[in-house]
């Protein structure tokens, strides 16, 4: 029991309600900063993108270096197409639907390769009727954005790979293990199909994100608040007149 008197006033308070706020109250204000965190995150992008889609178009190639500092920029490749070599990338959502975005290697020649995101496909009746992944023939030239894969959370199981034989299906994009089985060295960004091109599918790429700076400020506002609410209550039950 911890007890403290002054000026007619008694704080008074029991250790386990004492340690359960002292735990409770820093996780709820690291949460909003967290949130704010996330917000400026998505201005950063959205920033980022209006500024680089704005760009000149460049050789993919030419970005191999260091694509992450060309994020969103216009870009083109010339290659061939890996038909049989095509990737789904699984839980990609569009307009409330579930389906997976399909990304197919594109070889530049040379041993060096490209992801190109051709759109969004819906799931089929079962994981097991994947839909058909019509990509064009020979050689070809593609224009589109480049951009980084969808980031996920905790993997859980074998990895990023949920089907072992083609198309593959992956939760997510990990180059290095792409590369060793399309037998290229992929270019660790993906193009973002121009949604005129054609040979893809669905394609929104300006949707704006799930959530964002608002959407993220307002969760901070609501963390900020209820440790304040915390800590009112935490004083008020504990504090009487001696």
Request: hydrophobic share 45%.
């Given at each position: 029991?911890?007890?403290?008197?002054?000026?007619?006033?008694?704080?008074?308070?029991?250790?386990?309600?004492?340690?359960?706020?002292?735990?409770?109250?820093?996780?709820?204000?690291?949460?909003?900063?967290?949130?704010?965190?996330?917000?400026?995150?998505?201005?950063?992008?959205?920033?980022?993108?209006?500024?680089?889609s704005a760009a000149a178009p460049l050789d993919?190639?030419?970005?191999?270096?260091?694509?992450?500092?060309?994020?969103?920029?216009?870009?083109?490749?010339?290659?061939?197409?890996?038909?049989?070599?095509?990737?789904?990338?699984?839980?990609?959502?569009?307009?409330?639907?579930?389906?997976?975005?399909?990304?197919?290697?594109?070889?530049?020649?040379?041993?060096?390769?490209?992801?190109?995101?051709?759109?969004?496909?819906?799931?089929?009746?079962?994981?097991?009727?994947?839909?058909?992944?019509?990509?064009?023939?020979?050689?070809?030239?593609?224009?589109?954005?480049?951009?980084?894969?969808?980031?996920?959370?905790?993997?859980?199981?074998?990895?990023?790979?949920?089907?072992?034989?083609?198309?593959?299906?992956?939760?997510?994009?990990?180059?290095?293990?792409?590369?060793?089985?399309?037998?290229?060295?992929?270019?660790?960004?993906?193009?973002?199909?121009?949604?005129?091109?054609?040979?893809?599918?669905?394609?929104?790429?300006?949707?704006?994100?799930?959530?964002?700076?608002?959407?993220?400020?307002g969760y901070a506002l609501q963390w900020f608040?209820?440790?304040?609410a915390l800590a009112v209550i935490f004083v008020?039950?504990?504090?009487?007149?001696?």
């Amino acid at each position: 029991m911890i007890r403290i008197r002054s000026q007619g006033w008694e704080f008074s308070v029991s250790m386990l309600p004492a340690l359960v706020t002292v735990i409770l109250l820093p996780g709820l204000i690291l949460l909003g900063f967290w949130q704010l965190g996330r917000a400026d995150f998505k201005e950063q992008l959205a920033r980022a993108r209006l500024t680089q889609s704005a760009a000149a178009p460049l050789d993919v190639r030419s970005l191999a270096t260091d694509p992450a500092t060309d994020r969103f920029r216009p870009v083109h490749a010339t290659g061939v197409y890996l038909n049989r070599r095509q990737i789904l990338l699984d839980n990609r959502t569009l307009g409330g639907r579930v389906g997976f975005h399909v990304l197919t290697p594109l070889d530049l020649g040379d041993g060096v390769g490209v992801l190109v995101n051709r759109g969004w496909v819906p799931l089929g009746p079962s994981r097991g009727q994947l839909p058909e992944l019509p990509a064009p023939m020979g050689r070809v030239t593609v224009t589109g954005l480049l951009d980084a894969p969808p980031a996920v959370g905790l993997l859980l199981g074998n990895g990023s790979v949920a089907r072992e034989f083609w198309p593959l299906i992956v939760i997510t994009v990990d180059f290095d293990e792409l590369s060793r089985r399309t037998g290229l060295q992929l270019i660790r960004s993906m193009i973002l199909l121009s949604p005129d091109a054609a040979g893809g599918f669905e394609r929104q790429w300006d949707t704006p994100a799930r959530f964002g700076p608002e959407r993220h400020r307002g969760y901070a506002l609501q963390w900020f608040s209820l440790a304040a609410a915390l800590a009112v209550i935490f004083v008020a039950v504990n504090v009487r007149r001696a």
